[in-house]
């Protein structure tokens, strides 16, 4: 499969990032493993995660998904074929607020590469900026880890744009490492912030943008076409509460008749529509059983015409 390079960096990756949030919460170990090199194994290359991951859960502290990725390139071998993304700076049990001071920076990065059990991270990722510490010294941090190969490049999801603007200064002041990617949600229905307010900072500075929630939480994937889909969990319900208005029905109706003409599925179009935009560079997208992986090659073969790229636009309009 043909790869793309994020932001001005050296790290080329083919167009899919799996999310590792589901490491340590609907996927066990075994699980993990299995779905891990399934992935590989269809040609995909990069994988993301946390720190936080999946502190949510009962009995979980956070940084569950890192030990889980880390067991699974031990045992596998497969360190040199992918791409690792981890993120600090989010909540979890021992940091219930975020923190991109240089301390915990330099501390967390060294827990992250003791669970993921390798020598470097390839991206590493400002995951909630907590909007006080001084943009210079989250830098400073990431210099230093940076010059010691801990670190390759860097880059950021939970920024405001002023914050954002700043960091890509003030790295260009003190020749500091630069943000290459920005990880915002994006989807065909959570549009509006993104555009308005990231799409064109990422195209000016040419970062590499790798949307998170790109289906949605599973609304895009074509299980919910009427109100009997919500029953089937309380996470049914949530989607529904958050999705299901008459803009969500537009989108998931023009889906499904795309999806029909293409003979394929729901969620391989979402995912394709992704890809075409002009800003993104790959969606993040996770799966919890093998034959999910399949839209995911789909979704890269799928040339989506003028026409059909039209309709989801117009679908999905938020203005």
Known sequence: ????????????????????????????????????DAYVDKGFDAIDTSNQYSH????????ESETI??????????RDQVVLMTKVGGRFA???????????????????LKRLQTDYIDLYQTHYDDEVTPVEETLEAYDELVKAGKIRWIGASNISPERLLRSLEVSRQYNYPIYQTLQPEYNLYSRAKYETEYEQIAQDHQLGVLTY????????????????DF????????????????????IVSA????????????????????????????????????????????????QLSTEALDKLNMASQYI
């Open 1 to 36: 499969m043909n790869k793309i390079t994020l932001g001005q960096s050296t790290l080329e990756i083919v167009p899919i990032v799996f999310g590792g949030n589901v490491f340590g919460w609907t996927l066990d170990e075994q699980q993990s493993f299995e779905i891990l």
């Open 56 to 63: 949510w859960v009962p009995g979980n502290t956070g940084g």
């Open 69 to 78: 990725i880390g067991k699974w390139l031990k045992k596998s071998g497969k």
């Open 94 to 112: 021992e940091n219930p607020t975020p923190n991109t001071s240089k301390a915990h920076i330099l501390k967390q990065v060294d827990l992250s």
């Open 213 to 228: 929630y790109s289906i949605a939480s599973g609304f895009l994937t074509g299980k919910y076409r009427s109100e009997d």
């Open 231 to 250: 029953n089937q969990s309380a996470r049914s319900e949530g989607v529904k509460k958050q999705y299901w208005n008459e803009r969500g029905q537009r």
């Open 255 to 302: 889906l499904g008749e795309i999806a029909d003409t293409y003979k394929t599925s729901a969620t391989a179009v979402a995912l394709a529509w992704l890809v075409a935009r002009p800003s993104v560079a790959a969606p993040i997208v996770s799966a919890t059983k093998i034959a999910h992986l399949d839209p995911f090659v789909s979704a890269l073969q799928l």
